[in-house]
Nanobody, 130 residues
């Protein structure tokens, strides 16, 4: 049984918006940094956002900075990704992932490999196209 489950993917037009959600269960969500990682068709994985346990610090690579916003609601054990100004190159399967705070090495703990996280979901498809 998955501990993380994504929802909210679908089809969007270039310039449009989508909001992804990720519901967490069966672990102490508050103790984990959480991330969104995507896999572009025919390419590898790329982390696209990270947020600390309390939600007060967010991090993004240059490819999505200013367009994507990660947030979390610890009371609801839920992670979000608001994606605005979408581009065709944002087309990918998006995964949420979690890493215990003590494993981040006092850094961001980001990785382009799902295996480096403690938990990850099954992914949700996002397609940006006219």
């Amino acid at each position: 049984q998955l501990r993380l489950m994504e929802s909210g993917g679908g089809l969007a037009q270039p310039g449009g918006s989508l909001r992804l959600s990720c519901a967490a269960s069966r672990f102490v969500f508050d103790d984990y940094w959480t991330y969104w990682v995507r896999q572009v068709p025919g390419k590898g994985f790329e982390w696209v956002s990270a947020i600390n346990t309390g939600g007060g610090m967010q991090y993004y690579p240059d490819s999505v900075k200013g367009r994507f916003t990660i947030s979390r609601d610890n009371a609801k054990n839920t992670l979000y990704l608001q994606m605005d100004s979408l581009k065709s190159e944002d087309t990918a399967v998006y995964y949420c992932a979690a890493l215990l705070w003590s494993k981040t090495g006092y850094g961001l703990g980001t990785s382009n490999s799902l295996n480096d996280y403690d938990y990850w979901g099954q992914g949700t498809q996002v397609t940006v196209s006219t």
